[in-house]
């Protein structure tokens, strides 16, 4: 979008583009944008707005739904070009074209733009429609907003303040509808304060391709159901939550647990699978309260899986380990545990140590374990872990990093290849030293007896677990919402995520004591922030190469390769 | 001598007149589809060649035919405006939902002659390249739909559908659609969804337009039951000697059912433009007058969405004079001749072509809720101004037909009413709902706002919405 300077005539515009007027202002737009599958299509009224810098209200419009045109609530003026009889624009003596307003109003949402066309969304008119579409949404919608769970982030509440009547002209009974429909197993629905806009139902059959969504009774007694004897029940059904503009559909894990305003929002990424979703952690004092999808057309649109979502409550399980700990740890000491593994650390022999570390790790500590591991002489090696894929976001690779452990080095193309190949050596006593970051061997083919014939087994994780548990140092780690850093996903696209809370106890971001430890072993120091960390990466790890800490932004990078 | 004149009709009346197929052909069903289908190419004064099913359509265009469903759209241009280059299968569907109360003019072709209807479509069919139409038919229409389905048996069996029809190498199938009982089935693109399988929500304009994105996405002609044997009609006498038939801009017949406070209510076939709603009411040949020792009171005059008139009210139309020249003249609405322009021109519509007679007997309190109460309740929902006012407009009517008015109760209902039509819904229902609660206030505000008073004495609103 560029003010038109050159010329003032309308008609005029570069080629691909349209020349449209928006409450006075000229701007130039594409002929074409994407819609809601990306496809080209021409450009609407709502989209020239957008461009024009001029917000149009919207209940039912959906960037990323199919347009309904259902709510009423874009509905603005205009006006195009007349035509003489010569069937070309007339004009003004002065040059300008003669505008010719259209009697009837349209719906910026689904209406395309024409060449010169005038865009009026400041009119009495509009202003007046947009006051009584809001008024007949608010005549049967219950007034509680105190109680209702969307208060703070309802359409309504902000377009009533903004656009609506201050006073209600409405004495007659409302029309009373279920309040408590347990849609399925993850969402709840308010009939009564649903406005019956269909994000839900395009959402979850367009997007989802799960048809389960529908809109039973007519008019006013219209409600939104699923389908008899069916629940709405598919790994995405919690977004409807998020998109739903009101307070009709709630999250059965969030709903009634924290007033929105008083979360704290941090930009993160989901670390349940490999696609890295990118999200907006919602805290408060310490406390994760939910997860929410933040838009990026490059990875997650504007989803997320209920699977990830929901995968956050471990983070505050009672056997969490708070402390570093271990059997040739007297006291729970950050300064002795590092001390005692540096000294066990520079008695190992290269060929007679291995390395396990997490591909849950971030790329800046999985490039501090291939640091020790290039020091030491050490096989690197990841667990796994998979599961069933969908056909939307949900990857078979439940790790969030695996990408970024290839890259680095610390996992080959299949991870996990190495595991029974590092219990046999052990077992056959060529391995007498194994460090585990992140994960419980135990369970990865690696079994307690052949680990208590380790001369040293160093361990940590965010839970106590069966590798912890026998081994002779371990360091408390930290979930991904409790630190900073980057994942790279599947598809190779870098992301960083921030801090939302605080560790528990003594525990620590794993970069923290990572590179204490490479310094004490290796005598170099890399720095103890992400950012340097980083730094040190890409000068020497091909696929980070051209890639700035600052570049990944909001929405991450692809690498190279 | 204002009297009917029998197009569609004609069999209609006749005494041992059947559905049966024989029946049809006895009185010479299906000639004009023979005709329609031995047309041949033919040289045109300019150098070119028109195929069979241009001329077909040409005469359609020449007959000057207005859509026959209510918004008497120009069936030539409707037919013209269908995406022949998209090369995706064109379908024709014929709405045959008759729902506008005060409607009955289809049910009559449907019940008494179907295979007039058949016929027409099938030449309405084949001069659109259709090779699949619909029929889609109100569900409370259980023994229309029944007839139909029989007649289209003995067509298929006579050759007249399917295959190779009458040897053309033309085919055709036409299918019934039931509805399941909703009037939103009548706005085409709410029928198209229906017919898809889904509820029947209209679609937005742009982009659905039927002529381009219809049935299946693919072009789509949806014609009214009555206009469709108009064309039957038209091919068979001819496009021009068509629209010799009623006057300029109104060509041809036209039904007309009349109701309410008449002697003889019923169905009548008019040359359009050519009779008064006094003739229509009064006369012999057709309503026959009120009864005994009433007033005329009100009309409505085409179907309960369109806009009232008041008996002895003066409106202003446009009248051509004898050298052609347009001027406009006031005149007692009872003059105002039945057609599409006089009837608009005067501030309501002919719609559907159903004329409902109101005397002085009548409440107008009570008849505009009880509109506002069908309005309500066949709302599809999809859009909000309609979905909550038209019931927010019956809920103030019941209260006030019900004496429990307030004074405020005339303003608030006339501007709700203001906020529902002009483009702010996404069919015309937003109108229809509407309209009538415009017109009624305007027109009868006297009878409102004294119901309205003379209860403002009474128990509170708020009391009485909450006992509702």
């Known amino acids: 979008m560029k003010q038109s300077q050159q010329s003032n005539d309308p008609l005029a515009a570069p080629p691909g583009m349209i020349s449209v007027t928006v409450d006075g202002r000229t701007v130039l737009v594409p002929r074409t944008m994407p819609d809601w599958q990306g496809r080209q299509v021409p450009t609407t009224m709502l989209q020239a707005c957008e461009l024009a810098g001029v917000t149009v209200p919207h209940y039912c419009y959906h960037p990323k739904l199919p347009v309904a045109g259902n709510c009423r609530m874009c509905l603005v003026e205009y006006g195009v070009p007349a035509l003489g009889p010569d069937r070309k624009p007339m004009r003004q003596p002065d040059g300008s074209l003669v505008i010719k307003k259209s009697p009837r109003p349209a719906i910026a949402c689904a209406t395309p733009v024409s060449p010169g066309m005038e865009i009026y969304t400041s009119t009495p008119t509009v202003k007046l429609m947009r006051q009584s579409v809001l008024e007949f949404l608010l005549i049967n919608h219950p007034l509680d907003c105190p109680i209702c769970d969307q208060a703070g982030e309802c359409k309504l509440q ?36 649903c406005i019956l806009c269909s994000r839900c139902i395009r959402f979850t059959r367009d997007v989802v391709g799960d048809d389960a969504l529908g809109i039973v009774n007519r008019g006013s007694y219209s409600a939104i159901a699923a389908y008899p004897g069916t629940t709405f029940d598919n790994n995405y059904t919690l977004n409807t939550a998020d998109i739903c503009p009101v307070g009709a559909l709630t999250s059965k894990d969030f709903r009634f647990q924290m007033r929105v305003w008083f979360l704290k929002e941090t930009m993160s990424l989901c670390a349940s699978c490999g696609t890295g979703c990118n999200i907006v952690i919602g805290s408060r004092e310490n406390r994760i309260y939910r997860f929410t999808p933040r838009q990026n057309d490059a990875v997650n649109s504007c989803w997320m899986c209920d699977y990830g979502r929901l995968n956050y409550r471990w983070i505050e399980r009672a056997d969490r380990l708070t402390n570093p700990g271990g059997t040739k740890l007297t006291k729970p000491d950050w300064e002795d545990a590092i001390n005692g593994i540096a000294a066990g650390l520079k008695q190992t022999i290269p060929g007679h140590i291995a390395i396990v570390a997490s591909a849950r790790l971030t790329n800046e500590e999985l490039y501090l374990v291939r640091r020790l591991a290039q020091f030491l002489g050490a096989p690197t090696d990841c667990a796994p872990r998979s599961g069933p894929a969908d056909n939307l976001l949900l990857c078979a690779d439940r790790n969030p990093n695996t990408k970024g452990a290839q890259l680095l080095g610390i996992a080959a193309s299949l991870p996990g290849a190495n595991l029974p190949v590092f219990a046999r050596l052990i077992r056959n006593g060529t391995i007498r030293s194994l460090l585990v970051f992140g994960e419980d061997v135990t369970r990865h083919g690696i079994a307690p007896e052949d680990l208590a014939r380790l001369d040293f087994l160093v361990a940590s994780d965010i839970h106590s677990n069966g590798t912890t548990m026998i081994s002779h140092y371990f360091l408390p780690g930290c979930a991904h919402v409790e630190k900073r850093g980057s994942f790279t996903n599947v598809h190779g696209r870098i992301q960083k995520f921030e801090k939302a809370v605080d560790p528990p106890g003594l525990a620590r971001p794993e970069l923290y004591w990572l590179s204490e430890l490479v310094c004490r072993v290796t005598g170099q120091s890399v720095g103890r922030t992400v950012e340097s960390v980083f730094e040190a990466m890409r000068a020497e790890v091909p696929a980070f190469r051209n890639i700035a800490w600052a570049d990944l932004e909001d929405h991450g990078v692809a690498t190279s390769v | 001598m204002p009297c009917e004149r029998h197009l569609i009709l004609k069999n209609i009346r006749k005494p041992g007149y059947s559905t049966d197929i024989e029946c049809y052909l006895r009185h010479g069903g299906y000639e004009v589809l023979r005709k329609a289908l031995a047309l041949q190419p033919a040289a045109q004064p300019d150098g ?154 209209p679609r937005i304009k742009p982009p659905y337009f039927p002529a381009v994105l219809g049935l299946y996405q693919c072009p789509t002609i949806v014609n009214n039951v009555e206009t469709l044997c108009a ?150 929902g999809q859009c909000t101004p309609c979905r909550e006012g038209s019931l927010w407009m019956a809920k103030i009517l019941r209260r006030l037909a019900k004496g429990r008015g307030q004074p405020a109760d005339v303003a608030l209902l006339l501007s709700v009413a203001d906020q529902i039509p002009g483009g702010r819904t996404i069919c015309a229902f937003g109108e229809a709902c509407s309209w009538p609660v415009q017109s009624f206030l305007v027109k009868f505000g006297d009878e409102f706002r004294a119901k309205a008073e003379a209860n403002a004495d009474k128990k509170s609103d708020r009391a009485f919405a909450e006992t509702q």
């Open chain 2, 48 to 201: 070119t060649t028109l195929g069979p099913k241009e001329q077909i359509r040409r005469e359609v265009e020449i007959s000057g035919l207005r859509g026959r469903g209510g918004a008497g759209f120009s069936c030539g241009m409707k037919w013209s405006l269908v995406d022949r280059k998209s090369g995706k299968p064109v379908y024709l569907v014929c709405n045959a939902d008759e729902s506008e109360p005060g409607t009955f003019k289809d049910r009559q072709i449907i019940h008494h002659d179907p295979h007039q209807l058949i016929e027409g479509m099938i030449i309405a069919c084949y001069a659109n390249d259709v090779h699949l139409a619909f029929i889609y038919i109100r569900g409370e229409f259980i023994e229309g739909a029944r007839i139909l389905d029989r007649a289209l048996e003995e067509a298929r069996a006579a050759g007249f559908l399917g295959r190779n029809i009458l040897g053309s190498g033309y085919d055709l199938d036409i299918y019934i659609h039931r509805g399941a009982g909703a009037y939103i089935c009548g706005e085409e693109t709410g029928l198209i969804e229906s017919l898809e399988g889904k509820r029947p929500y």
């Open chain 2, 231 to 380: 064309v039957k009609h038209i091919v068979g006498m001819g496009g021009a000697e068509y629209a010799r038939l009623g006057t300029p801009d109104n060509t041809g017949t036209r039904l007309v059912c009349i109701s309410g406070h008449v002697k003889r209510p019923g169905c009548y076939e008019i040359e359009v433009g050519k009779v008064t709603f006094r003739d229509l009411i009064f006369d012999e040949a057709f309503g026959g007058g009120l009864l005994d020792g009433r007033q005329l009171k009100a009309i409505i005059p085409g179907g309960v969405s369109a806009k009232v008139f008041r008996a002895g009210e003066k409106v202003r139309v446009n009248k051509r004079t004898a050298d052609g020249k347009m001027i406009e003249t006031e005149m007692d609405v009872l003059d105002l001749p039945y057609d599409f322009t006089s009837v608009s021109a005067a501030g309501s519509m002919s719609g559907s072509g159903a004329i409902i007679v109101l005397d002085n007997s009548a409440d107008m309190v009570e008849v505009l809720a009880n509109i506002s109460e069908f309005f309500a309740h066949e709302s599809c």
């Open chain 1, 158 to 193: 902000e377009y009533s303040v903004e656009y609506g009547r201050a006073s209600s002209r409405f004495v007659e009974t409302k029309v009373h509808k279920n309040k408590q429909v347990d849609l399925g197993p993850r969402i709840m629905l308010d009939q009564e304060r």
